[in-house]
């Protein structure tokens, strides 16, 4: 293992804030500036999530200079926290040599265009071994293709983080459950320029019971404990139309699902929680954004001291 240390907290998120700001994924056809965060402010958001590419797809677009200028200048100074997701496509651990190749294409966009515009953190999932092959070899190339993107990142201190975050378990998922992140953490050195974004849908589809009674508090303790402390930079909060250890990634609305709205009142007391955004991807958004204003209304709620 390398020398490289654990990442301390941004600078303007110290460990002592307890305030979490809640947002969520914002479309952005049209303009990241004109529509995502004219959508933002329609629903409330104090933190957004974009898709700087097709979500599902290679096209690697250059974006528009005047729009990510405008965006960036705003959610500056708004103290909005931005964040990127990379497309879902997205393999660094897959067979297929061009899936793989177009992975880091895709990825090192996503990083790029996030620096554009003021992203702290690029999310990408974890990937998966395919066609057969065994898990090793896939976690070998995961290492082989990533450790030069966060040396990339280390050379630029203006750059995002890379967020790693555990799918639901589906299929020949490379890390889902939390043991398996530590071990994909040590895979790669536990570079400093690495973060973690918990997706609260897929870590109770993956097993981990957030509805059991302190359930919430037990999966951010053992994070801490494989992550280490200040490695959690996201929390991407959605309930789960699916039981807990399902390994379906079937998000819902807040409180409407099985995971219910109290273990997301657990989660944001815990030390580990400290100013660590909240991003919801809940259904039924629509152009209005009613759904999702109500998520992020309820979160906001469920985030104030009792009594308050």
């Known amino acids: 293992m390398s020398s490289r240390t654990a990442p301390a907290p941004p600078s ?3 460990a002592a804030r307890t ?4 947002g969520s994924h914002v479309p952005v056809a049209g303009g990241l500036a004109a529509k995502g965060l004219a ?8 933190a957004v999530q974009v898709f700087v590419a097709n979500a599902r797809g290679w096209a690697t677009p ?4 005047a729009q990510d200028e405008e965006f960036r200048r705003r959610c500056t100074e708004d103290g909005i926290p931005v964040y990127v997701h990379a497309p879902y496509l997205i393999n660094l651990g ?3 040599p061009a899936t793989a190749a177009n992975s880091v294409t895709s990825l090192r966009h996503s990083l790029r265009r996030g620096r554009a515009i003021g992203a702290r953190g690029v999310v990408v999932h974890t990937g998966s071994a395919t066609g057969g092959r065994d898990r090793d070899t896939a976690l070998a190339q995961v290492r082989e293709l990533t450790l030069p993107l966060l040396d990339e990142l280390a050379d630029d201190p203006g750059a995002p983080e890379l967020l790693l975050e555990p799918t639901a378990g589906q299929g020949f998922s490379l890390c889902s459950r939390l043991p398996e992140l530590g071990a994909y953490l040590d895979l790669l050195d536990r570079h400093p320029r690495l973060g973690v974004c918990l ?3 897929h870590v109770f589809a993956a097993g981990h019971d957030l509805a059991a009674g302190g359930g919430a508090k037990q999966v951010l303790d053992e994070l801490v404990e494989v992550a280490g402390p200040g490695r959690l930079r996201l929390l991407h909060a959605n309930d789960s139309k699916a039981a807990a250890g ?3 990634d079937r998000h819902e609305n807040i409180g409407a699902g099985r995971i219910g709205a109290d273990p997301f009142r657990e989660l944001l007391r815990h030390p580990a929680m400290a ?5 919801i991807e809940t259904p039924g958004g629509g152009p209005e954004g009613r759904k999702a204003a109500a998520d992020i209304a309820l979160l906001k709620e469920l985030r104030e001291p009792a009594g308050a």
């Open 246 to 248: 399902s390994r379906l």
């Open 62 to 65: 250059p974006g528009d200079p």
């Open 12 to 14: 303007d998120q110290p």
């Open 275 to 279: 100013g660590v955004p909240l991003i």
């Open 199 to 201: 997706d609260t849908c």
């Open 39 to 46: 959508h933002a402010r329609r629903i409330g958001a104090e």
């Open 19 to 22: 305030r979490n700001p809640v």
């Open 94 to 96: 897959s067979h297929t």
